[in-house]
């Protein structure tokens, strides 16, 4: 059975930061083989792509709004998925969601179940 499961999300003021982490069991093919990506969803609004990371150590890609803010990583030893994100502000508020997309078979993916981050002062 395939799980991921993220935490570190909260409530944080304006200027500070928070590390989300994912992990993730039960992969077939394995962890590696995986895209991991970071989405952001608020009331009313569709999921947002946040970051993506293919392989650890490759180019990661972020959406214009958290670029120079946000940095995605992995580590495949511990099959986790990081997202540090600094600066936050109220726009940031959101229920953010890892994503596990195979790299080679595109109709295999997984979602974990969302972590809640709240920027308010």
């Known amino acids: 059975q395939v799980q991921l499961v993220e935490s570190g999300g909260g409530l944080v003021q304006p200027g500070e930061s928070l590390r989300l982490s994912c992990v993730a069991s039960g992969l077939t093919y394995g962890y590696s083989r995986y895209k991991m990506e970071w989405y952001r969803q608020t009331p009313g609004k569709e999921r947002e792509l946040v970051a993506s990371?293919?392989?650890?150590?490759?180019?990661?890609n972020y959406a214009p709004s958290v670029k120079g803010r946000f940095a995605i990583s992995r580590d495949n030893a511990k099959n986790t998925v990081y997202l540090d994100m600094n600066n936050l502000n109220s726009d940031d508020t959101a229920v953010y969601y890892c994503k596990a997309q195979n790299r080679n078979v595109l109709s295999i993916r997984h979602w974990g179940q969302g972590t809640q981050v709240t920027v308010s002062s």
């Open positions: 990371l293919a392989v650890a150590g490759g180019s990661a």
